[in-house]
């Protein structure tokens, strides 16, 4: 829906978008195409062609930038990292364990093991506590 308030906008084609916004030829119409698939750049229909607005690829470009943070604050996505991290090395170890079985330990008590080495791993006190 138009907002009568704001003028219309000009329709581009994703080349045209492309070659306007990035002129060297770093971004395509194609890779124009796959934000739009992942509903990072909003676009229309309109027959055969996908249309979008200079609004539009500002807001997607808007939405791309990088923040940059304090490297002395250490940041819950650094600890749920390692503690993926962690966790994958345990499920490794478990599959391997439960090929090989070795010893009287069934599936569930090595599963239930390898949780409970996992949740240990996750740091516990700083998880959405970012800067405090």
């Given at each position: 829906?138009?907002?009568?308030?704001?003028?219309?906008?000009?329709?581009?084609t994703?080349?045209?978008?492309?070659?306007?916004?990035?002129?060297?030829?770093?971004?395509?119409?194609?890779?124009?195409?796959?934000?739009?698939?992942?509903?990072?750049?909003?676009?229309?229909?309109?027959?055969?062609?996908?249309?979008?607005?200079?609004?539009?690829?500002?807001?997607?470009?808007?939405?791309?930038?990088?923040?940059?943070?304090?490297?002395?604050?250490?940041?819950?996505?650094?600890?749920?990292?390692?503690?993926?991290?962690?966790?994958?090395?345990?499920?490794?170890?478990?599959?391997?364990?439960?090929?090989?079985?070795?010893?009287p330990?069934?599936?569930?008590?090595?599963?239930?093991?390898?949780?409970?080495?996992?949740?240990?791993?996750?740091?516990?006190?700083?998880?959405?506590?970012?800067?405090?």
């Amino acid at each position: 829906m138009h907002d009568d308030s704001d003028p219309p906008q000009p329709m581009l084609t994703l080349e045209q978008a492309a070659a306007k916004h990035f002129p060297g030829g770093s971004v395509t119409a194609r890779t124009l195409q796959g934000y739009a698939r992942r509903g990072k750049l909003k676009v229309y229909k309109i027959g055969k062609r996908s249309w979008t607005t200079d609004a539009d690829v500002f807001a997607m470009v808007e939405n791309c930038r990088v923040v940059h943070c304090d490297p002395t604050v250490t940041s819950s996505t650094d600890d749920g990292a390692l503690a993926l991290a962690n966790a994958r090395r345990t499920v490794r170890e478990l599959r391997e364990r439960i090929e090989h079985r070795s010893g009287p330990y069934s599936e569930a008590d090595i599963a239930a093991g390898a949780l409970d080495r996992a949740l240990a791993a996750v740091p516990t006190g700083k998880v959405g506590r970012q800067g405090r």
